[in-house]
């Protein structure tokens, strides 16, 4: 009668463990899938490429495009961490970062702070 109990105990415990482990998994997947669905729709509304160079645009409109400093820099921090995922790769940062060293103010590390971009020509605001 004791090893019965004991027996039942057993499979009880690793039932739950089964079960926990399950469901944890369950619980972990969602949340990637969640993560990669928010990068993709982000980088299909906001990240624009045009050659070897990609921007981070904050404006819907279709005649003119506005590049802020603050969004190219958030933009590269979100494709280093979709990186750490594997949703993004090296080559989508380098892309981002080529725009940032095309747009530099002279003499600094510094990013214009406004690019407005129209019918493809670019006026660059400071």
């Known amino acids: 009668m004791k090893t019965n109990k004991l027996k039942y105990d057993w499979f009880v415990l690793i039932l739950s ?50 590049v802020l400093s603050e969004t190219q820099s958030y933009g590269m921090l979100i494709t280093v961490l979709a990186a750490q995922k594997g949703q993004a790769t090296q080559a989508d940062f380098d892309s981002s970062y080529r725009y940032y060293q095309n747009h530099r103010l002279e003499g600094t590390q510094l990013i214009s702070w406004k690019q407005v971009l129209k019918n493809d020509s670019e006026t660059v605001e400071k």
């Open 17 to 66: 463990i089964f079960c926990l482990a399950l469901f944890l998994a369950r619980g972990r997947s969602k949340i990637e899938m969640r993560n990669h669905r928010l990068y993709s729709q982000w980088s299909q509304q906001f990240l624009v490429t045009k050659g070897n160079q990609s921007y981070v645009r904050t404006t819907n409109d279709s005649e003119e495009t506005t």
